[in-house]
DNA sequence: CCAAAAGTGTTGGTCTTACACCCATGC
DNA sequence: GCATGGGTGTAAGACCAACACTTTTGG
């Protein structure tokens, strides 16, 4: 069954499903984590804002296409990017058959410039705790996006991807309290993520107010899998 | 980029992808974890083995895919059915660009029915721990399924897809060591267990020689996320 | 000198691991 | 009666969560 009526709903591809690849980009801005969201043009969803994504290119392979499209959309190069899930249900794009493996992206927020090319109408960032509904099933993907990063953040060591250079234990802790969305224990926080031994402390800086705070880094800036909280 | 080259490489399909899935079936038989392995039977890997698979209809979902290659191979319905990961690299089958969305599936070992069909030259299990060499990028969707299976063996009650409806705590335990590959101290087995609250007790059972242990059944037989070991 | 964030240890409870002996049955 | 797996509890150590005061700077 299925292959006259495909033929008929999809006549473009010949029965066969493009293949897209959707991005859930993340960012830490104004104490918040946000995830880029741009807005349809074309189509029955136009006008509502989604995932930013596109196309498989014919010799590209699926991270390729993930990592272009990050690229193309913000101008970050080698941040964090890991595949979520792939949605294939024949009806989520009323227009044309797509199965789309969604992507998640992790890149820090200085540098970034936004660029919503001319395929979207508009391009901004938006809390990742407060999406509005999104085009396609990508109210599907931001929840499982946001699982995924919330999780992973307790056994690994992915925060660098989103962090400058250089920062205090504060801010690091922050990220962590700002993503998990509960308050941590500052004492507890700090033993547990010194004893990792992925921190380099460096010399001192100046806060704006008060207390000047330690600085430090990561010693490698890649990912890692470690238990830590 | 890619378009001219694409159409040019995959001339059937216009430049787009055909999607599929593969497929890895899990069972217990013979005191191991085995994994069911096709032959290949025409196009460079012809006489390898491989995971079985196939393309997915155009009215059909992922899952949907998975779940009929699931019973057309071993007559199984309803067990247990997981999405692993997309592969997708231009090269990993090198008679036409296919994107391969890999699934883990796990079928009790009674009752299956083996049924190679007409597309493969043979079908049988293969302890999951000694897979041979296998066609396109399958060593690798292996390994990650192994990997999976592992780990949320540990922490979700999705053992009961591969038990009869009645056991031993001690056959239970068995099945534990023989995918985790590593021995566990019984008291503290049972301990765990029993804590779960997922087991009832049922009456006595004969065992072939010794005495008799007592039977156990899930009270649900549905996928739950808890910690286990 | 006051406000604000930085820095630092200890304790109690919980969880995990290791470990050994008796029991019920079939042969 | 003996071989085989079934069944059971405790103690030591590791790990985790909770908790308050002192320090350093800017204004």
Not at 31 to 54: D, H, Y
Request: aromatic share 10%; with cysteine.
């Amino acid at each position: 069954m299925g292959q006259v009526e495909s033929y008929h709903r999809f006549p473009d591809t010949q029965g066969h499903p493009r293949v897209a690849v959707d991005l859930v980009i993340y960012t830490l801005a104004r104490r918040a984590l946000r995830c880029l969201l741009v807005q349809v043009k074309e189509g029955p969803f136009a006008g509502k804002w989604a995932f930013p994504g596109g196309l498989v290119g014919g010799e590209e392979s699926l991270d390729q296409a993930a990592e272009r499209e990050v690229y193309e959309r913000t101008g970050a190069r080698n941040g964090y990017l890991e595949q979520l899930y792939t949605f294939g249900k024949p009806e989520r794009d009323p227009a044309t058959r797509v199965v789309s493996v969604s992507y998640l992206a992790l890149v820090p927020h200085h540098g970034i410039q936004l660029n919503p090319a001319s395929k979207y109408a508009d391009i901004r960032w938006c809390r990742a705790a407060a999406l509005p509904g999104l085009a396609y099933d990508h109210d599907q993907v931001g929840r499982l996006a946001l699982k995924r990063i919330r999780s992973k953040l307790q056994y690994t060591n992915i925060v660098y991807s989103l962090l400058p250079a250089e920062f205090t234990l504060g801010e690091l802790q922050e990220v962590y309290e700002t993503i998990l969305h509960r308050p941590l224990d500052r004492r507890n926080f700090r033993k547990k993520i010194l004893a990792l031994g992925l921190l380099q402390r460096l010399r001192k800086k100046r806060r704006g107010t008060h207390r000047p705070a330690a600085l430090y880094a990561f010693i490698r800036r890649r990912p890692m899998v470690i238990e830590m909280l």
